[in-house]
Nanobody, 123 residues
Framework: QLQLVESGGGLVQPGGSLRLSCAAS????????IGWFRQAPGKEREGVSY????????DYADSVKGRFTISRDGARNTVYLQMNSLKPEDTAVYYC????????????????WGQGTQVTVSS
């Protein structure tokens, strides 16, 4: 059974960078489309970025387009989220999940979520 563990978060100043990792065990991550999501205090969880299994095409929320880059490393069975030019509004707990595509949008496949990794952007 596929299990995902997020890591790489931390405290960074505005304009800084972080790279998040979503490491998989129990199955080959290349067989799945993966999404990064985030949840800020008092807000609903939102989708940030997605990478498809079929052709590794990517998609991004408008709020992070041009600043974040999602990628996968099959050898390490890991999906990354490179976050540059971070803003205070990027502060949230970040999660990864398997996603499916329907009606022009991606949706999380599993109801259970990992612990996530905290990203705090503050001076």
């Amino acid at each position: 059974q596929l299990q995902l563990v997020e890591s790489g978060g931390g405290l960074v100043q505005p304009g800084g960078s972080l790279r998040l990792s979503c490491a998989a065990s129990g199955s080959t991550l290349d067989d799945y489309s993966i999404g990064w999501f985030r949840q800020a205090p008092g807000k609903e969880r939102e989708g940030v970025s997605y990478i498809a299994t079929s052709d590794s095409s990517t998609d991004y929320a408008d709020s992070v387009k041009g600043r974040f880059t999602i990628s996968r490393d099959g050898a390490r069975n890991t999906v990354y989220l490179q976050m540059n030019s971070l803003k205070p509004e990027d502060t949230a707990v970040y999660y990864c999940n398997v996603v499916y595509y329907s009606g022009g949008s991606y949706y999380p496949k599993y109801d259970s979520w990992g612990q996530g990794t905290q990203v705090t952007v503050s001076s």
